[in-house]
């Protein structure tokens, strides 16, 4: 498996998302934001953590427009893997790859604690070894991390089994307890929590990295 | 010449900062503030000369990044 590791000015979770590939057994390239073309031969791109341009006018708003994006949209166009976790997640959905939108916790306060997830959907290339219904630990770091969906695209999300995760205690008052959704095709996913934070038991828990596991060895076996 | 953006979140979506500024007023003395709900307003200073070509441009920029419309609304003003 070949990883491109997008990093932004802001970005801090690349480096931790970058090792999460690693230690799946993927080969990783870091890939600045300027870069109007990714490296050739990528399987999959992670969109990482952070707070890309100092999430300036809305999170994730300027980087969606960023020089790499429009190489992000284009792979995922051609059926390419899109793994966005956190700032991630709000990047693809600015840019329009995952329907939704992630607005201010309901809390208004930033919230930074490990939370059990249950895996809503196991109909995927990130959750297929977790199994349906099975409850894993992930952190969250986020302020902004409230997913909202119109009705009809809720109703949508839920007929095509495209909810990946779900907060067994719902802290950032995400409609539907939603964590993470993927895309029509399956391989874009984007979710709050972090597991590329926890890949090891010394961060904690080590949930997540079955997660690129799974990924990897969807790309072995492609 | 001048354009003025007011980025709005639309009706029915839930505007947590409002709730937290209508209760702090509430809690100053200001009663009988039945709503609060807050937006953005952003300020363009543009080189056209035609009004009318100059809202549809700003309009274009509305859509493709000053609002997401998928949960903001905007209106565009030419001052």
């Known amino acids: ?139 969250i770091a986020h302020h902004d991390g409230n997913y909202q969906i119109d009705p009809e695209g809720l109703a949508a999300l839920k007929a095509e089994d495209r909810v990946a995760f779900r907060y067994v205690d719902n802290p950032n008052g995400s409609v539907d307890d939603i964590a993470g959704v993927l895309s029509e095709n399956r391989r874009v996913l984007g979710m709050m929590p972090h597991p590329e934070r926890a890949i090891e038991p010394a961060q904690g828990g080590a949930d997540g990295a079955a997660l690129f596991r799974a990924l990897s060895g969807i790309m072995a076996s492609a | 010449m001048k354009a003025r953006v007011h980025v709005m979140l639309k009706d029915g979506v839930l505007d947590p900062q409002g709730e937290a500024v209508r209760h702090a007023l509430g809690h100053l003395g200001f009663l009988g503030v039945e709503g609060v709900r807050q937006g953005k307003v952003i300020e363009l200073d543009l080189a056209a000369t035609d009004a009318a070509s100059a809202e549809a441009e700003v309009q274009k920029m509305c859509d493709k990044l000053l609002a997401n419309t998928v949960i903001e609304k905007y209106t565009v003003e030419i001052v």
């Open chain 1, 1 to 139: 498996m070949k990883a491109a590791v997008i990093t932004f000015p802001g970005s801090n979770c690349d480096r931790d998302l970058a090792v999460g590939f690693e230690k799946a057994g993927a080969q990783v390239i870091k890939v600045w934001h300027k870069e109007t073309e990714l490296p050739d031969g990528i399987d999959v791109i992670g969109v990482p953590g952070g707070f890309s341009y100092g999430d300036y006018l809305r999170c994730g708003a300027i980087a969606s427009r960023s020089p790499v994006g429009q190489a992000i949209a284009d792979f995922a166009a051609r059926g390419g893997y899109v793994l966005g976790i956190c700032n991630g997640f709000q990047i693809l959905t600015e840019m329009g790859l995952l329907p939704g939108a992630l607005m201010r916790n309901a809390s208004l306060k930033y919230i930074c604690k490990p939370v059990a997830l249950t895996v809503a959907s196991a109909n995927s290339p990130y959750t297929e070894s977790y199994g349906a219904g099975a409850q894993v630990t992930f952190p």
